[in-house]
């Protein structure tokens, strides 16, 4: 009402904002594109999509303050609230790995990386080249990143991984940028001296654990020993020297990931028991790829997608009820997927986003300096085809890399919106999709929805996270809220402040 001409005021205009549903349970899970979402029944469903929602009424604010109907005040808000949530597309590449040597002293039945032997010391990194390696890094325009030390097994050339702590961090303490380091090691090269070094330089260290003792050591074989032993050894050690250096042991621990396989498929209460008893924090159920020694013993690792997503609804029921037990654990996987439904911000994990992390939020350097999309592309490499190899650090600047058709196409694959099957899906908003997995078990980097593997075990993921959302149980929404919770770990960021003594 005007007050002064008593004239009713015009009617607000109202738009309807794109939206997507799929049919969970009793109710639809509606979704738009800056990643809000609602759980409708088929009455409110079809008000929604006839514009017939009533102004006034709960469900007529419930989708004005998601996003899924507009006022003209309300443009301005979504549109933040989607720059938010795909800001990952403005920092250029945050994670950098850095594949120190090919050798590795075990043999994985599903080695991704190609491993080389012991004694192939021509495949490991000079320190003239991880310099290179390291001063492309640094010209990203993120203030922050991350330089991943992988192999084969990185300790096998530890003088180069020292070298780039080193390095790396004198030239981010100039370049006024911040720098974590991470190892991803197997950890059976580990003693005491290198454990000393690298707790006090702040590296980040990270493993794998397939299981207990009998499963880890039919994936991963140690000549002469025991791969297991060995790990949850170093693990406990590792561990135990945070806590000597006065790091809070909620925060700074071993992360560890399994690699599911064929004979996962039986065990995974084993599994999660395996992880609890060796105190992680988190257990990542990862899907086998199709990389490296994978492709060749496909029929005794792999298995279907229907076949996966049986066993991780029993290991995340297993790993939901040691959290009701009062067994802090989270599935990191799920956990990905929650933060981007559940929270403002997308946790930027390189392969579930669109577009995917390819050239433009991470890069794959090999040992010989050779530039790659990622570390999935150098692998492909390493089986000989060198489609997703970009050039060398010799002759490339950044800029080249991230400019150069590769990058674009990768982004182009990956990018949901234009992808037949994506663009419609309701779970768009938070998925993502791997143009090296598709061009390796598809031929072609741009997925085949309907016989894609990885699409089917995402959705069936998704499945699963929204049908507990929509179940309202409060316990099992405060068990998700914790593995959403940001935390950050500040002494493993490097400003040339935590540089020990070499």
Not at 249 to 267: D, K
Request: net charge negative.
């Amino acid at each position: 009402m005007n007050a002064k001409t008593g004239a009713k005021a015009p009617a607000a205009k109202v738009q309807r904002n794109l939206f997507r549903w799929r049919k969970i349970g009793a109710k639809h899970v509606v979704t738009n594109d800056h990643g809000a979402h609602t759980f409708l029944d088929d009455e409110q469903l079809d008000e929604l999509i006839t514009g017939r929602v009533k102004a006034g009424t709960p469900l007529y604010e419930e989708m004005r303050q998601k996003g899924f109907l507009l006022e003209d005040t309300d443009i301005q808000r979504v549109a933040d609230a989607y720059d938010r949530k795909v800001s990952f597309v403005y920092r250029g590449p945050v994670l950098h790995i850095l594949v120190v040597t090919l050798r590795c002293n075990e043999v994985c039945t599903y080695c991704h990386a190609s491993r080389s032997n012991m004694s192939e010391t021509e495949t490991d990194m000079s320190i003239t080249t991880a310099e290179k390696c390291v001063d492309m890094a640094l010209r990203s325009p993120s203030n922050t990143m991350t330089i991943e030390f992988q192999g084969g097994e990185p300790l096998a050339n530890y003088e180069v991984v020292q070298h780039v702590v080193e390095y790396g961090s004198a030239q981010a303490q100039a370049r006024g940028k911040r720098v974590m380091f991470s190892l991803v090691s197997n950890l059976a090269l580990m003693d005491e001296t290198k454990l000393d070094w690298l707790v006090q330089n702040r590296v980040q260290i990270s493993t794998s654990l397939d299981g207990p003792k009998d499963l880890h050591d039919r994936n991963r074989k140690l000549v002469g020993g025991s791969a297991y032993d060995r790990t949850v050894f170093w693990m406990k050690r590792i561990n135990e020297a945070y806590v000597a250096a006065g790091l809070d042991p909620q925060l700074y621990h071993v992360e560890a990931l399994a690699t599911i396989t064929r004979e996962h498929l039986s065990r995974a209460k084993d599994l999660v028991d395996e992880y609890v008893k060796n105190e992680c924090r988190a257990i990542f159920l990862r899907p086998l790829n199709p990389f490296g020694f994978a492709k060749k013993t496909g029929e005794k690792v792999s298995y279907t997608a229907t076949e996966f997503l049986t066993f991780y609804n029993e290991a995340l029921d297993y790993v939901l009820q040691k959290n009701r037990d009062g067994v802090e654990i989270l599935e990191r996987l799920g956990a990905i997927f929650l933060s981007k439904i559940m929270t403002p911000d997308d946790p930027n994990y390189l392969d579930i986003r669109s577009p995917c992390g390819a050239g433009i939020g991470q890069i794959a350097y090999n040992h010989d300096g050779s530039i790659f999309t990622c570390d999935e592309g150098r692998m492909v490499y390493q089986m000989g085809d060198e489609v997703f190899r970009i050039g060398s650090v010799d002759t490339l600047t950044l800029k080249d890399v991230v400019t150069s058709e590769t990058v674009k196409s990768m982004a182009m694959a990956s990018c949901l919106d234009g992808l037949p099957g994506c663009a419609a899906c309701a779970y768009k908003p938070f998925c993502g999709t791997c143009p090296v997995f598709n061009y390796t078990e598809q031929g072609n980097i741009f997925p085949q929805n309907s016989t894609n593997s990885r699409c089917t075990i995402y959705m069936g993921i998704q499945d699963r996270l929204f049908r507990e959302l929509q179940s309202e149980d409060p316990t099992v929404r405060g068990i998700f809220q914790r593995w959403i919770t940001v935390k950050d770990r500040p002494e493993f960021m490097h400003d040339g402040r935590h540089l020990g003594p070499s």
